[in-house]
């Protein structure tokens, strides 16, 4: 007879787990959703979490990195950063969500509300989760928006999710269907107040109907002593086109999980990211990306800038379909180290089963090149200015495709005011 081995958790697991004891009893949802919730936390108690055992988390040891867990959600500080740009809120204030604005277009529930009211869509999403941060987030999640943006709308200002934690635990999900023809942007921003530590787990769901042109923003900008676990799940339609950047600029222990399905011919998908990483963080992109249908596109280029002890993560996979002909995919990750004790792993890979497709991948790791800063050194520029301005213009670059001009100096000078504080 055989029998699994029971292991043996570290404190930051059974913190996970008794927080689920704790929290098991007012967790929104009906008798189904909850005994979803039971099979996930049970999972977590069997398995642990992963290690670099596992190959999608080799070069990020999540049973060794998170050492502890603070307890559930405190007091919500009431500071909050202006938003982005002139935008819609959707407040998310410790993982609780507050009213739908009154916007034409845009339609929805609280997660919540979905759960308590036994909406079938969310818990499948429950009962799919086979990964670790599904685990913990289906588990332990309280609330969030579940958001239709109805078929041929254009939204007139970007829609801004501000996603405030205070310290605790904080888990939510959230999901937006974008209807046909639909055309706008979001941004999903996370952001920390005070100082006390926060353990965040979110995970959104994009769906992008035919025709949809979409962009959508991921700016994380959490505490030094924050963990940050966060997952997306994107799936395109005929012809639809998604922009997606992802900024990381804060957090101790960052990990962005992105899986797009690329279902509808002639979807395009342009990934963008910027990672900034100083201190003893530790920040991880991992990326997946199925192209299951002929003639679709993607394009992917990472940036990285490295200070101090920091160690970064970029994994990439791009697939393509047996049937999948005429696919056009390029994936890119770039590092400035600026340190001689950072490090950054890339991990590009093609796993290509069509014989009519274009595909390729690189990746650098580098410091800043001499000669430019000879040049602008040479005309007066003070080394560290000049730094500066080189780095500048090595993450911008990305940025600066926003088609959004307000939006992109916003983020363009969150940028720069982490680069100031580092350098």
């Not at 990964?131 to 958001?147: F, P, V």
């Not at 937006?176 to 926060?198: D, N, Y």
């Not at 910027?274 to 990306?289: A, K, P, Q, Y």
């Not at 200015?385 to 088609?403: D, Q, S």
Request: aromatic share 4%.
């Amino acid at each position: 007879m055989n029998m699994q081995k029971q292991i043996k958790l570290t404190a930051a697991e059974e913190a996970l787990v008794a927080s689920f004891g704790r929290l098991s009893g007012s967790l929104p949802g009906n008798a189904e959703v909850t005994m979803e919730r039971d099979r996930l936390a049970g999972d977590l108690r069997s398995n642990g979490l992963p290690t670099r055992r596992v190959e999608a988390w080799h070069y990020t040891d999540l049973r060794n990195l998170l050492r502890s867990v603070p307890e559930e959600a405190g007091e919500a500080v009431n500071a909050r950063p202006p938003l982005l740009a002139e935008s819609t809120m959707l407040s998310l204030v410790q993982g609780r969500a507050g009213r739908l604005p009154q916007v034409d277009g845009l339609s929805g529930t609280t997660t919540a509300e979905a759960l308590t009211n036994g909406d079938n869509s969310v818990r499948l999403e429950l009962a799919y989760a086979q990964d670790a941060i599904g685990r913990i987030n289906g588990a332990l999640m309280s609330d969030g928006y579940i958001i239709d943006i109805t078929e041929g709308t254009a939204l007139e200002t970007p829609v801004e999710l501000q996603a405030v934690h205070s310290g605790g635990q904080v888990h939510s999900r959230n999901r937006v269907t974008f209807g046909a023809e639909t055309k706008g942007t979001f941004v999903e921003r996370h952001v920390a107040p005070g100082a006390a530590a926060a353990l965040v787990s979110t995970l959104t769901s994009l769906v992008l109907g035919r025709d949809a042109e979409i962009t959508y923003v991921v700016l994380q900008q959490q505490g030094a002593d924050d963990t940050h676990l966060g997952k997306l799940r994107i799936e395109l339609g005929e012809n639809a086109r998604l922009k997606l950047l992802i900024v990381n600029a804060g957090g101790r222990l960052v990990r962005h999980e992105i899986d797009c399905d690329v279902k509808g011919e002639g979807a395009d998908l342009m990934l963008r990211g910027v990672n900034l990483l100083g201190g003893e963080s530790h920040t991880d992109i991992t990326f997946d990306l199925g192209h299951n249908v002929p003639n679709t596109t993607s394009t992917e280029t990472v940036r990285n800038v490295v200070f101090d002890k920091a160690r970064g993560v970029f994994q990439g996979l791009i697939r393509v379909a047996p049937d999948a002909q005429k696919v056009d995919a390029k994936m890119s990750c770039n590092t400035l180290l600026m340190s001689d004790f950072g490090s950054f792993s890339a991990k590009p890979e093609l796993e290509i089963f069509a014989d009519d497709v274009q595909c390729g991948h690189g990746a650098t790791v580098t410091d800043i090149d001499p000669n430019h800063l000879y040049y602008m050194m040479a005309r007066g520029i003070p080394r560290k200015v000049a730094e500066g301005l080189l780095i500048n213009a090595f993450v911008a670059e990305v940025v600066e495709e926003l088609e959004n001009e307000q939006l992109s100096e916003a983020v363009e000078a969150i940028i720069s005011d982490w680069l100031d504080r580092h350098e």
